[in-house]
């Protein structure tokens, strides 16, 4: 097959020469800038600005958008090897990237044509990050459950209400949210909408301290009488719950890379510490018992690579990929959840130490399981997909 190594055909990856040069791109930027940074912005809750500019001038917000808004015309595939690269050494960062593209510049992208040539040139160049406000106090897996209100004012649209747990909040400039526009008819009464920062009536708050994901920001939005612009309709009014939901099967797509990419970290960490830890006349990895670890793990990610992989190119080559996003996040997710876990495991008491990173990666790896959609609703998605 033209443009591809024998090795990357052996793994069963098929990468293109432009994704393998994208990946490794990635991967040599993600060893010499974010690694070295990656324990402290954890330790100090830290947004690192500077890496997010460097990410911008790399180009990677624009990779699977197209040339004609100032994308570089790449997909789905190279987008979440990019985002696989930066999460093997900072879940933080891959996470940060994930947030921005497919939840805060693909839905206007995809949806918004009256306003995609006003917000996602920007939001590829960086002028300002992109957010998405779905969750609510009151609703989180059960999004049709919104409480966000969106009257119609003539002119504009009048918001009230709040969303929390927002990625890349009070770094954003521009915000995707939901708000329901007819009362009482569920989540065909809920539309979706477009909000630029500094309007009137919008107000952010900090998020809490987290388990994880230390380095990525978070926050709560909050809309008093806020007064949106009537023409940010984002799709036909009705069809916000709609929409958000295509936008989730994108976006599990990109975290089933983001937990890939943790557990593929958390994997070459301990694999390395195993061949090295001297005990028992040996080194660790000359123990059954930690061979028998190691395998599993591999194994564990090469089925979640598969499932991931084939879940992006679905989504390229234009097919249903709703299940296989599904499949590949929910694998790929509790995968990282394992493997982390073994990591530590086979690291013993060091592993419980700030002095290796496999303790961050367990605790990043956790909100892999709960974002997009926790663990039960990838598989309540599975369910009614085979049933239908």
């Known amino acids: 097959m033209a443009g591809i190594t024998v090795p990357e055909i052996r793994h069963g990856l098929d990468l293109s020469e432009q994704q393998l040069m994208i990946r490794d791109m990635v991967r040599d930027f993600a060893r010499t800038e974010v690694a070295p940074i990656a324990a402290e912005i954890d330790e100090s809750h830290r947004f690192p600005v500077e890496t997010w500019k460097k990410i911008v001038e790399l180009g990677l917000p624009g990779i699977p958008f197209s040339e004609e808004v100032g994308g570089s015309g790449g997909d789905t595939l190279s987008y979440c090897l990019a985002v696989e690269e930066l999460a093997k050494v900072c879940g933080s960062t891959g996470l940060t990237l994930a947030a921005h593209v497919s ?9 918004g044509m009256h306003l995609r040539e006003q917000y996602v040139p920007g939001l590829i160049r960086g002028d300002h990050m992109g957010a998405y406000g779905l969750t609510e106090p009151n609703a989180g897996s059960d999004s049709g459950g919104t409480q966000t209100t969106a009257v119609d004012e003539g002119t504009h649209w009048r918001l009230n209400g709040r969303k929390c747990f927002c990625t890349n909040a009070n770094y954003a400039g521009t915000f995707i949210v939901t708000a329901v526009t007819t009362p009482g008819i569920g989540a065909k009464g809920i539309s979706a909408f477009v909000v630029p920062k500094g309007i009137d009536g919008f107000f952010l708050e900090p998020g809490e301290h987290k388990l994880g994901m230390r380095g990525s920001d978070w926050g709560s939005l909050v809309f008093q009488d806020a007064r949106i612009p009537k023409d940010h309709l984002l799709g036909p009014t009705g069809e916000g719950f709609k929409t958000f939901m295509k936008t989730l099967d994108g976006g599990r797509i990109s975290i089933g890379a983001l937990s890939l990419g943790i557990a593929e970290g958390a994997y070459e960490c301990a694999l390395k510490y195993a061949k090295e830890r001297e005990a028992f006349g040996g080194t660790l990895s000359d123990l059954q018992a930690v061979q ?24 390229d080559m234009g097919l249903p990929y709703s299940k296989e996003a599904a499949m590949g996040k929910l694998l790929a997710s509790e995968c990282a959840m394992r493997v982390t876990y073994e990591a530590i495991q086979i690291y013993g008491g060091m592993g419980y130490s700030r002095e290796y990173p496999v303790e961050r990666m367990w605790r990043d790896a956790k909100l892999c399981v709960i974002g997009e959609g926790t663990s039960e609703i990838q598989r309540l998605i599975i369910a009614r997909n085979i049933l239908k």
């Open 103 to 111: 939840l805060g510049t693909w839905p206007i992208y995809a949806f």
């Open 292 to 315: 028998f670890k190691l395998a599993n793990m591999a194994l564990d990610i090469e089925a979640s690579r598969h499932l991931v992989y084939h879940a992006a190119r679905l989504k």
